[in-house]
């Protein structure tokens, strides 16, 4: 499967974000790094950032920049130079009526009419079809068939489906899954569980976002999305850098200047902490008992930290790895003394306190 990086245009639609011309360029440089296929700069029509970050960054992922199916959006994402336009329009009887007004057959005139003028400009074209989720099937298929476009992505746009009716949905299509993507929002927590279930069914294309990030609730998380292609049982495969995915996602998330829960999967300061006395003592014996995976898969670490809630299981295994003998007199003074500490301490730490144990 192929990813396309929406981190810089999404997560600038949440109320008051914007993303410096040098902020942009860090961060795709850091995508391109990982190894998606291609980075999605901005919205070109809106103003000349995208053209000065496509002109300041030398990719080896594809450029892209998003466009109304009208004229003026094409032609202002030709001059900013982004390899491949990304063309937009709603799909669905509701969006149609009520975000522009027309026709089907309009509709379809128009994103016809934008497709050729990005094509005769010499740039790749993908359509995304706006609440394609909830358009009927057979409509969408013949409006594929009427644009010449390298793929066409359904959008989730208001993040209403979930795995069951993604799968009954594309199902439902006729156009080969190979021309397809998908675009999901993360409105009910299943945005990865939804882009899985497109995988599973032979989608070309994904659109994700660093931490998540995007409008109202995110969009399906690339973190969240290689980890799980990688170790869960939808056997998906994704040529990016594995053992760089966690470094990078930080890096894109420290030029971008966001932060994330400490809870976030993946990417929250709490994601690979372990406390608990039943959890450090059984992973200081094996660290698989409680890690659905070893962290430094995506290049991330785990920690172990110890004190108030540290167990004797745990004050023993530390003193073993101090060399002493975890009599329950040493167990009972060494968990006196973490106790007392203020806040954590590291395994390093723990392990030369159970050293100073008399």
Same mark, same amino acid.
Request: no cysteine.
């Given at each position: ?51 000065? #970050? ?35 329009a709603p799909t669905s ?9 027309? +026709? ?58 979930? &795995? ?21 929002h993360d409105d009910l ?15 070309e294309w994904a659109d994700? +976002? #660093? ?40 890096? #894109? ?22 406390? +608990? ?17 070893? &962290? ?11 004190? !108030? ?16 003998? &975890? ?11 973490? +106790?007392?500490? !203020? ?13 100073? #144990?008399?």
């Amino acid at each position: 499967m192929r990813l396309l990086d929406v981190t810089l245009r999404e997560a600038e639609q949440r109320p008051g974000v914007a993303y410096s011309v040098e902020q942009k360029a860090a961060a795709a440089r850091e995508l391109d790094a990982l190894g998606v296929d291609r980075v999605q700069i901005g919205f070109p029509v809106a103003d000349d950032r995208t053209r000065r #970050v496509v002109d300041r960054v030398d990719l080896t992922a594809k450029t892209t920049g998003i466009a109304r199916a009208i004229a003026g959006d094409v032609d202002a994402a030709v001059e900013a130079g982004v390899d491949v336009v990304d063309l937009f329009a709603p799909t669905s009887d509701r969006q149609l009526d009520a975000v522009v007004g027309m +026709s089907r057959e309009e509709m379809t005139a128009s994103v016809v009419a934008a497709a050729d003028r990005a094509r005769d400009h010499g740039v790749g074209v993908r359509f995304s079809a706006m609440d394609g989720f909830r358009t009927d099937p057979a409509a969408l298929d013949a409006l594929f068939a009427a644009v010449d476009a390298a793929s066409y992505t359904l959008a989730d746009t208001v993040g209403a489906r979930t &795995p069951a009716g993604v799968v009954d949905h594309l199902d439902a299509l006729a156009t080969d899954p190979s021309r397809l993507g998908v675009h999901f929002h993360d409105d009910l927590g299943v945005a990865t569980a939804n882009a899985l279930a497109a995988a599973g069914l032979g989608v070309e294309w994904a659109d994700v +976002s #660093v931490a998540g990030l995007g409008e109202r609730a995110g969009n399906v998380p690339i973190e969240e999305f290689v980890a799980a292609a990688d170790v869960g049982e939808e056997s998906v495969e994704l040529d990016v850098a594995r053992d760089r995915l966690l470094p990078t996602t930080r890096g #894109v998330l420290a030029a971008l200047d966001e932060d994330v829960d400490a809870a976030k999967p993946l990417l929250g300061a709490a994601a690979f902490t372990h406390e +608990s006395g039943l959890h450090t003592a059984a992973m200081l014996k094996d660290p698989a008992t409680f890690e659905p995976f070893d &962290p430094d898969r995506f290049g991330g670490s785990r920690r172990l930290v110890f004190g !108030d809630a540290t167990g004797r299981g745990a004050a023993r295994k530390l003193l073993e790895r101090a060399g002493r003998d &975890p009599t329950a007199e040493r167990v009972d003074r060494l968990l006196d003394r973490l +106790s007392s500490v !203020d806040g954590e301490l590291s395994l390093d730490a723990a392990v030369a306190a159970a050293d100073d #144990v008399a």
